[in-house]
């Protein structure tokens, strides 16, 4: 298939498109997604395409558009709602965790909800506090709900459509900081599967696991590790729940060594979940302890000595992966 | 509840008041030029929200509380916490990221911060504030103090559900505080027509039996008055008051907005109605106050300004030991370290 190089934000806003051609059911939802053409301007021109019926701007009311929202989708709609970041869609959590998640379990299989939503994680820069949160765990705590957390354009595209087409409720995680950057995507349609992890490059003396744009410090990790002669394999989660364990139980029975980089929070993180399950199911291929770099224990504050003291980086993970395989001191 | 703040006679505030009016809003503007400037040097990081055109409401408010009373504030919080008395140095070097600001770098420009001041923040989550500004005022009345919270919050926060939640328990409760709703006509690009039906945002007192009041927000006497009255009633036990203060940003919404969605014929209308111009010119005309005094001002200004940057230069980065302290009170709480 051709193909050629858009932004991050062209592959969201050319996945909504499509689906919103195909499915009149589909809207968009969200604070400046309309006539502002969206704060990171993933919506742009979306407004001028389909009106103000499906392309809706909100007050500053988290709570009280995602209640319609999740109420439109249980009468027959299939709502996108746009948060400007999670850290906002915290003032919602009552209606995706009370509500959307649970409506199938509490009709006993009658009212679903099939609604998507979405929106920028994690942290940007010196954002301080408040604006800097990474929720993938949070969310994939929740039966009930899809989490899907991207990492470059071409997933996101094809996950997109696909979470749109779901007909379970659906986080879809982005970031601010990549929306500006490019990747191939193919001209023609394509849709990626929900739940499917992806070796983003191969590698036989150890696996690394990430997601979202820790990813950036995974790949390079690796690209560091590789002029030493130590070969990483590197899988992207794509999807945190379901979580695709199959493919890192995969490649840790090739490489018999595990790091994770994520940006949550260390405590019930992603990296919790998936040294349980590897230790699980493949105690007897692990020729080291399961180890991790997540964002520090502590909210991240705004000073820069202190951001790069908070996040995962190339030069801590490349330590640990030396460090799982004996090669420090 | 409509009441008018017109100010029938605006020449009883005297001299003083005026000076210190106009000292402290030129302050704030030449403050917040300045980072500006900055921010647009990359010294200054993250989201940045400038005051410019808003002055009058610190001014109008400081005249009109004493230093106990506490206030709170969302992240457009420079000219208020400045207002407080919160050193411009140290707010210059929170900018910074620098340890010696006011929340010791760890909070930028959004999460100023002054205990002693009885400054309270700086908060992100729009109208996150709002609740804990009528907790402040809680707190003072099971203290038994006559103090009063003065909760600002935007246009944009009043389309919140905690507004509701929180006048509803405020009336109930009776509680010492004065919401202040700094109307700017703007929440990012979405003007207050696009947010709601009821445009007067003081009418949403009305649900509650809450005194609210709308007051121009370019003029410091009209503020002063009409929050000087609100905090009487909240001094003397009768409970809260919702104001709304019509003003303007004459800056986009943060360092990054370009503004596109306002014409700069609307900007130079608020600008013609400036509250630092139209001081000074009560200064020079109403009370003779010489040019050499105004240069005087505008000198000390000048240096504060500069003063506050030199030090926010000179001044370190926190180490990076600083990153699991101010997370617990406890010294020694584990902290997961791997
Ligand atoms: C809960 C929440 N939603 C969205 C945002 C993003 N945001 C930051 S400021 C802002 C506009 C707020 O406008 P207003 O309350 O009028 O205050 P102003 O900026 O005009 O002072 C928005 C949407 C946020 N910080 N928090
Ligand atoms: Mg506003």
């Keep these: 298939m051709a193909s050629r190089v858009i932004q991050f934000r062209e592959a969201l806003r050319e996945a909504m498109v499509e ?17 502002y053409n969206g704060a990171y301007k993933v919506s742009q021109g979306m407004l001028e395409e389909f009106g103000s ?9 988290e709570l009280g558009f995602s209640g319609i929202a999740v109420g439109a989708a249980q009468n027959g709609l299939r709502p996108i709602v746009e948060y400007m970041t999670w850290n906002f869609a915290v003032l919602s959590l009552d209606q995706i965790l009370n509500t959307a998640s649970k409506l199938l379990a509490m009709s006993g299989g009658q009212v679903g909800c099939p609604i998507v939503f979405r929106g920028p994680n994690g942290s940007a820069g010196q954002l301080g506090a408040q604006h800097s949160t ?10 009930g709900l899809k989490v899907i957390s991207v990492s470059n354009p071409y997933d996101a595209k094809g996950l997109l459509k696909s979470a749109i087409r779901d007909d379970d409720p659906v986080v879809f995680m982005e970031s601010e900081v990549m929306y500006g950057e490019k990747g191939e995507v193919p001209e023609g349609e394509y849709l990626i599967p929900i739940g499917k992890a992806d070796v983003k490059r191969p590698g036989t003396d150890i696996t690394l696991v990430s997601f979202n744009k820790m990813m950036k410090v995974a790949l390079g990790a690796a690209e560091e590790l590789a002029k030493e002669g130590i070969s990483a394999e590197v899988i992207d989660l794509r999807t945190i729940r379901p979580l695709d364990w199959m493919t890192v139980l995969e490649s840790v029975k090739k490489t018999n060594r595990l ?18 399950r590897i230790q699980k199911e493949a105690f007897d291929y692990l020729d080291a302890p399961v180890r991790r770099i997540t964002s520090a224990d502590a909210p991240m504050h705004y000073a820069p000595t202190l951001v790069a003291a908070y996040l995962p980086d190339i030069a801590r993970t490349v330590n640990l992966v030396k460090e799982s395989m004996y090669l420090n001191k | 509840m409509f009441v008018s703040t017109k100010t029938k006679d605006a020449t009883r505030f005297t001299k003083e008041t005026y000076l210190y009016w106009y000292e402290l809003m030129l302050l704030l503007r030449r403050f917040e030029e300045k980072a500006g400037q900055l921010y647009g040097m990359q010294k200054i990081r993250g989201f940045c929200h400038l005051y410019i055109g808003q002055e009058a409401i610190a001014a109008g408010c400081m005249t009109a509380t004493r230093p106990e009373d506490p206030f709170i504030t969302a992240y457009r919080d420079h000219g208020l916490a ?13 900018l910074f990221g620098k340890a010696t600001g006011c929340s010791k770098g760890k909070g930028g420009s959004m999460h100023f911060f002054g205990h002693k001041e009885r400054f309270f923040g700086g908060h992100g989550i729009v109208g996150g504030q709002i609740g804990p500004g009528a907790g402040l005022a809680f707190a003072e009345q099971y203290k038994g103090t006559d103090n009063v919270s003065l909760t600002f919050f935007g246009d944009g926060a009043a389309r919140q559900g905690v507004i509701h939640e929180t006048f509803n328990l405020a009336m109930l409760w009776k509680l010492p505080v004065v919401f202040i709703c700094e109307n700017n006509y703007y929440a990012m690009g979405t003007s207050v027509e696009r947010t709601s039906n009821v445009i007067d945002i003081y009418k949403l007192a009305d649900g509650y039996e809450m005194p609210g009041d709308s007051v121009d927000g370019m003029s410091p006497e009209a503020v002063h008055e009409s929050v ?17 203060i019509k003003t303007y940003r004459y800056k986009g919404h943060s360092m990054s907005d370009p503004a596109k969605y306002r014409t700069k014929e609307e900007v130079e209308e608020y600008k013609e109605r400036d509250p630092i111009d139209y001081t000074l010119g009560k200064l020079q005309n109403e009370f003779q106050v ?33 990153l699991l302290k101010d997370i617990y009170v406890q010294k020694d709480y584990p902290f997961i370290m791997d």
């Design chain 1, 259 to 276: 790091v994770i980089v994520e940006e949550q929070w260390p405590f019930g993180s992603i990296s919790s979940e998936l040294a349980y």
């Design chain 1, 19 to 35: 689906e919103m051609r195909r499915d009149d059911r589909v809207f968009l939802m969200g604070e400046e997604v309309a006539e």
């Design chain 1, 134 to 143: 990474a929720f993938e765990n949070l969310y994939a705590n929740i039966p």
């Design chain 2, 290 to 322: 010489s040019e050499e005094e105004i240069e005087k001002i505008n000198e000390r200004v000048k240096h504060e300004v500069e003063e506050a940057v030199q030090f926010a230069e000179e001044s370190p980065f926190p180490d990076a030991s600083e």
């Design chain 2, 82 to 94: 400045i207002a407080k008395g919160i050193s411009a140095k140290s707010c210059m070097a929170e």
């Design chain 2, 228 to 244: 000087a009255r609100a905090v009487k009633r909240a001094r003397e036990g009768g409970g809260p008051t919702l104001l709304e």
């Design chain 1, 53 to 61: 019926k499906r392309v809706i701007d909100t007050p500053i009311s």
